[in-house]
């Protein structure tokens, strides 16, 4: 069973920045689509960035210049850098991996990490 645990959230002002970590454990990580969703309280998760295929990063508009997605093979690690950060991107964040390893679907996802924009 494939684990991910997040951290790096917490309490910020507007127009701080905050790193975001998912650690995964397992062996196919390479394998793996990977993405950021958060989900602000009484509202749907909705997707932040994420990589899909052989590709680059993708964003959602909203967070589009200001986030930083990045991954490190070697570490089983994906990282979201936030910059600038706005009240309106308070939510929970969580980690989504996804993928065939020997021909089965897989899915997985954290736990979450609370990230709130506040003065």
């Known amino acids: 069973q494939v684990q991910l645990v997040e951290s790096g959230g917490g309490l910020v002002q507007p127009g701080g920045s905050l790193r975001l970590s998912c650690a995964v454990s397992?062996?196919?990580?390479?394998?793996?689509?990977m993405a950021w969703y958060r989900q602000a309280p009484g509202k749907r998760r909705e997707f932040v960035a994420g990589?899909?295929?052989?590709?680059?990063?993708n964003y959602a508009d909203s967070v589009k210049g200001r986030f930083t997605l990045s991954r490190d093979n070697d570490k089983n690690m994906l990282y979201l850098q936030m910059n600038s950060l706005k009240p309106e991107d308070t939510g929970v964040y969580y980690c989504?991996?996804?993928?065939?390893?020997?021909?089965?679907?897989?899915?997985?996802w954290g736990q979450g990490t609370q990230v709130t924009v506040s003065s």
């Open positions: 989504n991996v996804w993928g065939y390893v020997a021909a089965k679907f897989e899915n997985y």
């Open positions: 397992g062996s196919s990580f390479s394998r793996y689509d």
């Open positions: 990589f899909f295929g052989s590709g680059g990063p």
